[in-house]
């Protein structure tokens, strides 16, 4: 039995184990004003560029920015007509000849409010733009480089330009899309829509097949060998499915969590996130899970090896995960990588050299710098102190429960695992709660429920909150790219200047008052259905009404 | 504030936001008319009970803000609920009408500190069901604790508990799928409280049950030397 109880505290000691951080150093910040960071920071090997989402209040606007990589500001692009999030990547193409013509090296911009734009990333002039179509918000999804042209996904389809000068190759509508950037595979460009479609198009921009998808497709798809990879959003949780584009067979992998984030292709292994964590996909004659990683990743992943990645944890007080694979595609380590500004957060970090670059919702850009880029081989150095404490606390306890019940203490024994146990429950309830009531929930019922043919037309197809306070409703429409309860209601009230008072719990975010009224407690409908999930964990659709009202 | 998270969490957290707080909102005159009528219940089955005294109303008042304490202490823990093995002992050992008395109190006292309000009545009733099944289980056979059936009756009681708190977000418009689906998500609540009351069971009822016991033993002796305060049927 004793030895029993010390096999018992060493498997403890092995599994609950964290593993070493990566040696980097916090270099300089910056902070860029009152809003979001939501797309990642990308570098050459003189500037990091980053753009800015958010800043449409008052004289605020969304601008790109370049700084050197010790952290000097060198120029500034503003757009004085972006009002909605801009969440397009940003791209740099190296300079080159082609076809169409030449072109410097550039820096390549899609607008929320319909501008594609070509800077030099030089000095932040513009070499070109093109505008296309509008329709609530403008290009929100990742370019396509090509060899001298790029492909843009609009608002409502795609547009191929020239790299020389931003000719237009051709444009072709399609359906609404958000952030659902454009993949070229087999031949074909293929891209997703918010109306549940993939659309495959050919090469001279004729639209060759669209296939029906269960919900929203918001990223490019991830091809491998002849299959692409889709991670299909439902309102709250998702499918992983492939589309063979031999077979024209469209195969369900896995249900998983709502709010996908964009997938990312590991050597043979595809690895989708959202709010359940990450999964590991592997194909041989069928695809299957291989592996998850419980956290929460909804926006964009990057990988630093061809086994390790790093994606943003989009929860107050989470920073970025580092996740190390091996070739079978199972997850042999996670750690945590904490900055001081925490918190919601979609995009990856970037890095070039020793330098790391990150930025998230708190709108402040962070460089990191470090000898030595994180491997999968490099050996720990640190430990989590509160992590190593509970585990072993944990394990002492359960060895000393063992040691107990060797000397016939069975009361001392069974006070100690029943303690054990409920530490341990106490620890999963908050994500257990999560994915329980997830899956108890339906989807809920169509926005257009709720529309009152009052409001504007132009908030047709977009988010749109009604705070129902005791003198009267206040709506506020026309919002987009907001994908959880939480963020599109802060944003509405921020609109409206209403404060809001809520508080961090470990079951979620609680919302106190809204404009200062609380009563007994304020709870949301989501298209007139009661919501279930805490407001930070409740993924909405791109159309939807949200309903706050007294309880 | 955290109180009524709490309170609510008791319900199944992920829908607290949803759910406001659990229930209507009452008037300060209905939430006072509701105090009045729990405390008039809990009085009537305090004294009323049989072979009362004023020691036994003093240690059992003295019980009631100790677990109400630890309950409010025990807050930060989502269900983990004393007041439940508490109410199967006080009822097992004081019998059913001063178990139901000693649930009520001690729930209405401990929301006072926590969160008060419509949801108050169906704790209380839910503890009180816990107080009855006590006095009926044959929890202490020659004054001997059944360990292992008060464990099982704990973790039914958590079950049985969950259930009738969750009566309190029934409304007009609810359909059963949507009272069932409600259940459904406290469930991993309900685990908790289960677990929670068998930490209980093993860390605190063999001290409650010598406590209860001598509170009994005290009660008995009093009244053969002519102790009869509160003599009743």
Redesign the interface.
């Known amino acids: 039995m004793r030895r029993s109880a010390l096999l018992c505290t060493l498997l403890l000691a092995v599994f609950l184990a964290p593993s070493g951080a990566a040696n980097w150093t916090a270099s300089w910040s910056v902070d860029l004003g009152p809003g979001y960071i939501t797309t990642s920071p990308i570098t050459d090997e003189e500037r990091v560029y980053v753009r800015t989402s958010g800043f449409w209040t008052g004289t605020d606007r969304p601008e790109v920015k370049a700084f050197s990589h010790d952290g000097s500001l060198e120029w500034t692009y503003r757009s004085n007509t972006t009002t909605q999030h801009d969440m397009a990547p940003l791209m740099l193409k190296s300079a080159g000849t082609g076809a169409c013509g030449s072109w410097p090296d550039l820096l390549l911009v899609g607008w929320a409010n319909g501008d594609f734009s070509a800077l030099h990333p030089g000095n932040g002039t513009l070499a070109w733009t093109v505008s296309t179509t509008v329709d609530g918000w403008g290009i929100t999804g990742a370019p396509l480089l090509e060899a001298d042209h790029v492909v843009v996904p609009t608002r409502n389809g795609l547009v191929r330009l020239c790299l020389g000068n931003g000719e237009v190759d051709f444009s072709v509508n399609l359906s609404l899309g958000w952030r659902n950037g454009v993949t070229f595979a087999e031949g074909h460009y293929w891209t997703g829509s918010e109306t549940g479609h993939l659309w495959q198009v050919g090469v001279d921009g004729v639209t060759v097949n669209s296939i029906n998808l269960s919900g929203p497709l918001r990223h490019a798809p991830v091809q491998l060998n002849d299959r692409l990879f889709l991670h299909v959003q439902h309102l709250t949780s998702s499918t992983i499915q492939t589309y063979n584009m031999t077979s024209g067979v469209l195969d369900d992998v896995e249900t998983s969590g709502g709010s996908p984030a964009i997938p990312l292709l590991m050597e043979e292994t595809v690895i989708f996130g959202d709010n359940e964590g990450l999964t590991s996909v592997r194909c041989a004659s069928t695809c299957s899970v291989v592996d998850r990683l419980p956290t929460k990743v909804n926006g964009e992943m990057a990988s630093v090896s061809t086994t390790a990645l790093y994606a943003p944890v989009n929860s107050p007080g989470e920073g970025w995960v580092l996740a190390q694979l091996n070739t079978s595609g199972w997850f042999t380590m996670a750690e945590s990588f904490s900055t001081p500004y925490d918190g919601y957060g979609t995009s990856s970090p970037a890095s070039v050299g020793e330098w790391l670059f990150l930025g998230n919702d708190a709108g402040v850009l962070m460089a990191y710098s470090t000898a030595s880029t994180p491997s999968e081989n490099q050996p720990s150095d640190q430990l989590d102190g509160r992590a190593l404490l509970g585990m072993v606390v944990l394990a002492s306890a359960v060895g000393g429960s063992a040691f107990f019940a060797r000397k016939g203490a069975f009361?001392s024994s069974?006070?100690l695992f029943?303690?054990s146990?409920?530490v341990v429950?106490?620890m999963m309830?908050?994500e257990?709660?999560?994915t329980?009531?997830s899956a108890?929930?339906e989807d809920n019922a169509p926005a257009t429920t709720e529309w009152d043919d009052s409001w504007p037309e132009a908030w047709l197809g977009t988010q749109i909150v009604v705070f129902e306070f005791p003198d009267g409703p206040v709506t506020i429409g026309g919002l987009v790219g907001h994908q959880t309860v939480w963020s599109l209601t802060t944003e509405a009230a921020q609109a409206s200047d209403i404060p809001l008072v809520s508080?961090e719990?470990?079951?979620?975010?609680?919302?106190?008052s809204i404009n200062e009224t609380e009563?007994?407690?304020?709870?949301?409908f989501l298209n007139g259905e009661?919501?279930?999930?805490?407001?930070d964990?409740?993924s909405i659709d791109s159309t939807v009404v949200v309903r706050w009202s007294?309880? | 504030m955290v109180a009524m998270l709490k309170a609510v969490a008791l319900l199944g957290g992920d829908m607290f936001q949803a759910l406001g707080v659990h229930g209507p909102v009452l008037t300060p005159f209905a939430s006072a008319l509701m105090d009045i009528a729990l405390v008039s219940l809990a009085f009537v089955f305090f004294v009323g009970g049989s072979r009362t005294n004023r020691m036994t109303m003093g240690m059992l008042a003295t019980l009631v803000v100790a677990i109400a304490a630890l309950r409010v202490l025990m807050q930060p823990l989502p269900n983990v609920q004393p007041l439940t093995v508490a109410a199967l002992l006080v009822g097992a050992h004081l019998g059913a009408r001063r178990g139901v008395a000693f649930a009520i109190l001690a729930t209405l006292l401990s929301n006072l500190l926590i969160s008060h309000g419509w949801w108050t009545l169906f704790q209380a009733a839910g503890w009180s069901l816990v107080a009855l099944i006590g006095a009926r289980a044959n929890l202490v056979q020659n004054n001997q604790l059944q360990l292992p059936r008060l464990a099982v009756l704990s973790v039914v009681s958590a079950v049985l508990f969950g259930f009738v708190s969750t009566l309190s977000l029934v409304t007009s418009t609810m359909t059963p799928s949507a009272f069932m689906v409600l259940l459904g998500q406290g469930l991993p609540f309900d685990v908790v409280h289960a677990l929670g009351n068998l930490v209980f069971v093993v860390w605190m009822a063999p001290s409650l049950h010598h406590f209860l016991s001598g509170l009994a033993a005290s009660e008995n002796e009093l009244l053969a030397v002519g102790e009869v305060h509160g003599i009743d049927a």
């Open positions: 009361s069974w006070r029943s303690l146990v409920l429950a106490l309830l908050p257990v709660s999560r329980w009531s108890l929930v508080q719990t470990g079951l979620g975010l609680y919302l106190l009563g007994s407690g304020w709870e949301y009661r919501g279930t999930l805490a407001v964990d409740a007294l309880a």
